[in-house]
């Protein structure tokens, strides 16, 4: 059985500018104010929160502990970032058309994000988008997460699919990273948070559009 398996926050959804406000939140709820913008902090959202965090902080200049302050407060943005999670959050232009199209040739679906499991179940279900998916495995699904393989190739099994017939499309080189160490193709979006420029992690295709994935899939695997 062949599967396509995806990474969540920056290749099906734009989620940037709800991470920011989440992070947000959680920094006022500290007392620093709203440090981070939705616009200029776009590739750092898609980092994860910790990163957020440490951002905030050292804008405002609390570098010292920063690494316990992040530790103190990230539990905090997490439930501030799920007060927010899909108010501004859409699945970018095609995603739904490509989908159906691979599941109608026959493909299985999953997510393999770091993301919490639960955090991208809501974020999913709230798009009305999660019955796409055969599998989701989340940043804690397992004892290990991205870039390590397990994460891959576990979202792969529970989809039903097999490793040999199988492809990973993420945004980042973590997701490349992910997808070398696990000997499965990588596909990387040019549309995310780091456009074309994600070409120099020498991913096995690129995806300026979620149109063409149907066509790369074909090729790729």
């Known amino acids: 059985m062949k599967t396509a398996v995806f990474d969540l926050d920056g290749t099906i959804v734009d989620t940037s500018r709800d991470l920011i406000d989440g992070a947000n939140l959680a920094l006022c709820r500290v007392g620093i104010g709203e440090m981070l913008d939705a616009d200029r902090d776009r590739l750092t959202a ?24 992040i530790d103190t407060e990230y539990q905090h943005f997490l439930a501030d970032y799920e007060s927010v999670i899909s108010r501004h959050s859409f699945l970018y232009p095609g995603a739904e058309a490509a989908l159906a199209d691979l599941a109608g040739e026959g493909w299985r679906l999953a997510v393999c994000t770091n993301k919490p499991e639960r955090l991208a179940r809501i974020l999913l279900q709230d798009l009305d988008f999660l019955d796409r998916f055969d599998a989701l495995i989340g940043a804690d699904t397992l004892t290990v997460r991205k870039p390590e393989p397990e994460p891959l190739w576990h979202a792969i099994a529970c989809a039903g699919g097999h490793r040999e017939q199988a492809f990973f499309v993420g945004d980042s ?3 490349a990273l992910t997808a070398r160490a696990a000997g499965i193709p990588s596909v990387l979006v040019s549309f995310g948070p780091e456009g074309d420029a994600v070409k120099r992690y ?12 149907p066509g790369i899939a074909a090729r790729i695997c």
């Open 202 to 213: 020498s991913p096995d295709a690129l995806l300026p559009h979620f149109d063409e994935l």
């Open 173 to 175: 080189e973590m997701d």
């Open 46 to 69: 898609f980092q994860g929160g910790r990163a957020m965090l440490r951002l905030g902080f050292t804008r405002a200049g609390m570098s010292e502990r920063v690494n316990e302050r």
